[in-house]
């Protein structure tokens, strides 16, 4: 199994390398590719089983933007082809139309007023760099309850039918007006939710080495890391829980 991770000297800001370090740990014979900003993406040419990209500060979407968006047509090319890819936190943001500062402050420095997405995805994103909320989430994929994180200035917004990846039981979906986040488009799955999702959620990713084909794998201190999952679950099920702060 070969795993490429872009970027990740500035894709891991809420430790989302821990999704990486578990992979490692879980499939030992995996082939994991570091690529880091100056170099040309591997999964362009090379047959990779999974890319993962994770959440970065503002300016550093500008500077992925940057990067990614001459390789735009492989990129459309290889997703058509089914390509497999992990995305979390707000990386989802750098493949829609573009992202609107919609409050008081622009931060040019971060691309605004408005910064051009890949526009590979119809959706829009509005950001308010002085209004950050902060989510605990509660969400389902295909039957199973999954728990998350979330940290944001922004929200987003489908403009066309888009396959969302994961149901809204608690929390923020996409945006606070809707009960859906996220993109599942033939191998391509992306998340708002951010940090150490396979940590938190091992029944998906036993659900993802599975669709990946991968058949010898073993999730480390299994029945703790459920145990620990299924607590969570309660915990954030409970209505007396807030979830917002």
């Avoid at 500008?62 to 707000?90: C, H, M, P, S, W």
């Avoid at 409050?103 to 890949?118: A, R, Y």
């Avoid at 859906?180 to 029944?203: D, H, Q, S, V, W």
Wanted: hydrophobic residues 35%; proline residues 4%; charged residues 25%.
């Amino acid at each position: 199994m070969k795993i490429e991770y872009l970027f990740p000297e500035i894709t891991g800001i809420f430790g989302d390398h821990a999704n990486i370090d578990i992979l490692k740990r879980t499939v030992p014979n995996a082939e994991i590719i570091s690529t880091s900003l100056n170099s040309v993406p591997r999964f362009l040419s090379e047959d990779i089983d999974l890319v993962y990209m994770g959440s970065m500060t503002e300016l550093s979407q500008k500077i992925v933007i940057e990067r990614l968006k001459k390789y735009k047509k492989d990129i459309v090319k290889k997703i058509e082809a089914g390509q497999n890819f992990l995305v979390t936190g707000n990386a989802l943001e750098i493949f829609g139309n573009g992202i609107k500062d919609v409050g008081k402050f622009v931060f040019e420095e971060n691309g605004g007023p408005f910064l051009d997405g890949l526009g590979i995805f119809n959706f829009d994103t509005e950001r308010d760099m002085i209004n950050k909320y902060n989510s605990l989430w509660l969400g389902e994929y295909e039957g199973e309850k999954l728990t998350g994180l979330r940290s944001q200035f922004t929200r987003s917004f489908y403009r066309e039918d888009i396959e969302p990846l994961f149901k809204v039981l608690r929390g923020p979906g996409l945006n606070e007006n809707i009960s859906i986040e996220g993109i599942k488009y033939k191998g391509f799955r992306a998340t708002y939710t951010l940090g150490p999702l396979f940590i938190m959620n091992p029944n998906f990713l036993e659900k993802l080495l599975d669709d990946l084909g991968v058949e010898e794998y073993s999730i480390p201190f299994r029945d703790s890391i459920f145990l620990a999952h299924e607590e969570r679950v309660k915990e954030y099920s409970n209505p007396e829980t807030g979830y917002l702060y």
